[in-house]
Nanobody, 119 residues
Framework: QVQVVESGGGLVQPGGSLRLSCAAS????????MGWYRQAPGKERELVAT???????NYSDSVKGRFTISRDDAKNTVYLEMNSLKPEDTAVYYC?????????????WGRGTQVTVSS
């Protein structure tokens, strides 16, 4: 069993910043890719950013240059630093963890954290 818990969401004004955290725990031997996705009302869930075990990152065009993803493998935690936030960044942000244990690959999602950008 792998548990994934996000934190750090909230209400912020346009142009502001937020930092999201996502911690994975449980039966984990190795965490491979960690990522952030988001889903706005009435829209499909979309990729925000991912980071591999080796530190390679990938961002959606809509957040490139404003968001930064990082990870702390000692804590099994991934972060998303969000700057210059826009109203269109409003969404529920979900963390995604791809891990391996005893030769089995797992994909786990958190329950999400709400980010609202509004004046």
């Amino acid at each position: 069993q792998v548990q994934v818990v996000e934190s750090g969401g909230g209400l912020v004004q346009p142009g502001g910043s937020l930092r999201l955290s996502c911690a994975a725990s449980g039966s984990i031997f190795s965490i491979n890719v960690m990522g952030w996705y988001r889903q706005a009302p009435g829209k499909e869930r979309e990729l925000v950013a991912t980071i591999t075990k080796g530190g390679s990152t990938n961002y959606s065009d809509s957040v490139k240059g404003r968001f930064t993803i990082s990870r702390d493998d000692a804590k099994n935690t991934v972060y998303l630093e969000m700057n210059s936030l826009k109203p269109e960044d409003t969404a529920v942000y979900y963390c995604n963890v791809r891990s391996t244990n005893l030769g089995v690959n797992y994909l786990n999602w958190g329950r999400g954290t709400q980010v609202t950008v509004s004046s």
